[in-house]
């Protein structure tokens, strides 16, 4: 996968939209998922990447899936946008190996911050 991936970021000119976000727990466990915007199919379906099995909601718990990633495809510093909920874990640990990125926060989440805020 990762494979298609890198040739996708090399041969499309087009910005890619990559998802990276901490989904839900199986009990003590954390899942974060990696996806990314097909951009060279009509639909553009949005595909997993990587999937991320973690203890703590903690930078680094981040930090050493991101640095694999770094290592397996570094082509995302060059054409993709990171889009997540902002948190700041996530936002630190890819920010260490691709800081050149630009991260945008996913409106899905912004929604639920805004409401969870007005409801205070």
Known sequence: ???QFSKLLRITKETVPV???TTFSLGE??????????VMFIEQSIVPLAILFHDY????????????????????GKNC???TDCEDA????????????????????????IKAAAKK
């Not at 466990?29 to 097909?38: F, N, Q």
């Not at 630190?92 to 911050?113: D, I, M, T």
Request: charged share 20%.
């Open 29 to 38: 466990i954390y899942v974060s998922v990696l996806a990314y915007k097909h």
């Open 1 to 3: 996968m990762t494979q």
């Open 90 to 113: 996530l936002k630190n640990a890819f920010h260490s190996y691709y800081p050149n990125v630009e991260q945008l926060r996913c409106w899905n989440h912004l929604g639920k911050n």
């Open 57 to 76: 909601k903690k930078e680094r718990s981040h930090n050493r899936f991101i640095q694999i990633l770094n290592y397996e495809i570094p082509e995302i």
């Open 81 to 83: 946008v990171l889009i």
């Open 19 to 21: 998802y990276y976000d």
